[in-house]
């Protein structure tokens, strides 16, 4: 499958959270925002991707917001996949949104167009509005038009300092709200900042506290016939079942994502879209840019392994984290991780047998 990261509105937001990544990323490149993904270069996309492509395409939206675009641009979209999916291949869909413009007519739209949709929603109001301003209520309202359609959508929220203060409330929340996909994803200090130094900041004591808590909530509740997807433990699960993570952050390396930015630009990795890291541009060979020197090079240099990690009884499955969370070669959540797996391992294996069994 060809997997595509897309960036239409660069990063352009109509909100301002205050651990946004991306707006870190573009203060670190020449050029800060690459404006907007015009339809030339979008159908450019679509169809060097059908001609390259011989399986699956996944073509996913994110930003900045990625719905600052409009409409039309996705409407445009399905039209260009129409027009050159000459062989019928596997098309998928995604967008993940802050939901601020999402109204009937974008619900509906995505709904009859089978766009995944992402939605960032930090938990209940008090937790949501710390970091990203007043939009909870918009926010709500949007998932109530994606229930009205049977919109697919996910919950993505990004783990701060306040998350781990109020786990148990958020996912509580989550619950009584009957969202049952949900994705934790730790927030990122600046790419040249000191680790732990913003309000927001989650220290590796901070990070093995949520982990441990968000696992027993999650376990409980299976244990009770109650199963709620967490994208973090159903990875393990599934690793623990002999099968490949499929989150690229648990891989142990790095591998060229294809992360499309609105000038046509193209990168490896959605953590690093800087100017260094650029590895070709729309129409070029998918094969060649993963094969050349600029990928190679990056992926180089997720590959070193500390000592510690060599005699670590868990290596196995945690494999030295994500690359932006390593600091001088080794993951900044290592005893997070070793504290982590230490308590829930044990359980983790269960739940893998079981779901072994039941298939």
Known sequence: MLNLLIKP???????????????????????????????????ELVKSAFLQEDEAVAFAFQGGEPTLVGLDFYKALISYQKQYNTKKISVHNSIQTNAMVIDEEWARFLADNNFLVGISLDGDSQSHNMHRGNSFHQVMRAIRLFNKYNTQYNILCVVTANTVRHIEKIYNFYKKNNFKYLQFIPCLDGLNEERGKNPYSLTPKLYEKFLIRLFDLWYNDLANGNY????????????????????????????????????????PCDFYVIDKYKIGKVGDSFKEMAEGEVSRSFIEKSVYVPPECKSCEYAFICRNGCRRDRIEGKNYFCQSCKAFFDHALGRLHQVARAFSKSR
Request: with cysteine; hydrophobic share 30%.
């Open 228 to 267: 709620i997807s967490i994208r973090h433990f159903d990875n393990f699960v599934s690793m623990l079942m002999g099968n490949p993570p499929e989150s690229c952050s648990m891989n142990g390396i790095c591998s060229c994502q294809f992360v499309v930015e609105a000038d046509g630009g193209i990168y």
């Open 9 to 43: 509105a660069s990063g352009s937001c109509n909100l301002n959270c205050k651990y946004c990544f991306y707006h870190d990323l573009m203060e670190n490149r020449e050029k800060k925002n690459m404006g907007r993904m015009s339809l030339k270069t979008l159908e």
